[in-house]
């Protein structure tokens, strides 16, 4: 069977299209939506009972494509652009057919387009200088490959524009049979000049860098011209504007009905050490930091995995959508990661997620986070901690133009107190802390929501 990984940017106007088309091909068993943290409905656009839906663990084309190879169940992998609206109905068979039939290990895709500028300035002048066994592949960056991930895990995925490229001489320096076939006309979107522009250093920089001949020098200077492009904070989404009311999660022992952190610590024997940074450590920023040294080396998919193995709040997923059609916008700030956040929001279809962003490098946890500056204390605070859960609160309420008495919030540990304490409406859900409890306005002592939807209902 066949693994089909589609990387997405804001592409809602054409995923849908791309999603049906694949989930009609009779030989994919599943469909990996990567998502670069779009700004438009493209999530909501690629649902389906067939798609898998995931946020990069970091933000560009090529990270998104590693995180969709790691996760794939399948030995044939193949990658489509989400911003293709003319593939042919047979696209899947053009691409792995010659892998099928033992023909090749690696299939790039040619096509007629209008047009191709960093393809004809940039990537075939420097590959038939340096790589002139490879200047015969029409269109080296194209983006509709196919391939086998036995190989594509051998390989160094580059994080941006580069990575099409980089794959293409990378397979051939590993000895790889490398096929290109035909796949008709295709129409996408153009690019801007910048944009341009951004993808020619991308694609220099892959091929400077497999090119043992380039000093390091050279390519520290190309690093240096390099557009960085920053992370985006979550981004408002126009459709959400008018929604004046909000509901929030906390995530571990709430949604989930373990935590996240304990259950990985249990799965891959650190419980020892985490003891002992969180009774050791009071500090909540020492004990972040911490915490996320545990995780060097797990790489996405055995992060991912952990979460999935643990059991959701049943009525959790009904009870989204029940607040949702009352016009409440729904999400989630968690003292966790993003990567885990993302998912669940992914998942469940929930509009945000404020988490510590945990740094990865190649999909594998570096062990480093980021704490997200929502998080830290300002004068508008009405608590003396450093770091809460209810700045992150007022920040989002204030970002979506909602009153913060129009907000529920719901957690059960110490960490939420300020939280459901500032809100509109708190709510402890199954909590042992006693003051959490003291402060809320309602308590939940069943592992379910129904209680909470009978409230606003």
């Not at 990387?7 to 088309?21: F, G, K, R």
């Not at 053009?94 to 690696?106: S, V, Y």
């Not at 390091?216 to 492009?229: G, P, T, W, Y």
Request: aromatic share 6%; glycine share 4%; with cysteine.
């Amino acid at each position: 069977m066949i693994s089909v990984i589609i990387p997405t940017l804001n592409e809602q106007t054409t995923i849908s299209d791309v999603v049906h088309l694949v989930q009609n091909a009779a030989e994919v068993s599943e469909i990996l939506i990567i998502d670069d943290k779009s700004l438009d409905d493209t999530i909501k656009n690629a649902k389906s009972e067939k798609t898998k839906i995931y946020t990069s663990t970091k933000l560009g084309k090529g990270a998104s494509m590693r995180d969709g190879m790691l996760l794939a169940n399948n030995e044939i992998i193949v990658f489509l652009d989400a911003d293709i609206a003319t593939y042919p109905g047979n696209i899947i068979k053009i691409l792995t057919e010659p892998i099928i039939n033992d023909k090749a290990d690696f299939v790039k895709s040619v096509f007629d387009r209008q047009a191709g500028r960093v393809t004809e300035l940039v990537a075939k002048p420097l590959i038939s200088l340096l790589f002139p066994e490879l200047a015969h592949f029409s269109q080296p960056l194209s983006g509709m490959i196919a391939g086998k991930k036995s190989l594509f895990e051998r390989l160094s995925f580059e994080n941006d524009y580069g990575v099409d490229i980089g794959l293409l001489i990378d397979m051939h320096q590993i000895k790889a049979r490398i096929s290109e076939v035909h796949i008709g006309y295709i129409e996408n979107r153009m690019q801007s000049l910048e944009q341009l522009g951004k993808m020619s250093v991308e694609v220099s920089r892959a091929i400077l860098k497999r090119a043992e001949s380039i000093k390091q020098s050279n390519l520290e200077v190309l690093e240096d011209i390099s557009i960085i492009r920053d992370q985006m904070d979550f981004a408002i989404k126009e459709s959400l504007l008018g929604l004046k009311k909000m509901l929030i999660f906390d995530m571990d022992n709430t949604i989930l009905r373990n935590s996240f952190i304990t259950t990985l610590a249990t799965t891959y024997k650190f419980q020892d050490k985490l003891i002992s940074v969180v009774t050791e450590n009071s500090n909540p920023y020492t004990r972040t930091k911490l915490v996320a040294k545990l995780l060097k080396g797990l790489n996405i998919k055995q992060l991912l995995e952990t979460l999935d193995s643990i059991p959701i709040t049943n009525d959790f997923e009904n009870t989204v959508q029940i607040f949702k059609s009352y016009g409440y916008l729904c999400g989630i700030i968690s003292d966790s990661y993003d990567c885990i956040t993302n998912h669940i929001v992914n998942k469940f279809g929930l509009d945000f997620s404020i988490a510590n962003e945990l740094e990865f490098s190649n999909s594998i946890a570096s062990g480093e986070v980021k704490i997200p500056s929502v998080f830290i204390k300002t004068k508008e605070s009405n608590c003396n901690h450093d770091f809460c859960k209810s700045n992150a609160m007022r920040e989002i309420a204030k970002r979506y133009k909602i009153d913060i008495k129009n907000i529920i919030a719901i957690g059960d540990s110490e960490s939420d107190i300020c939280m459901i304490k500032d809100c509109g409406i708190g709510i402890a859900f199954c909590s042992t802390n006693e003051t959490l409890n003291l402060v809320a306005d309602k308590i939940i002592s069943e592992r379910s929501f129904t209680s909470l939807v009978e409230f606003i209902q």
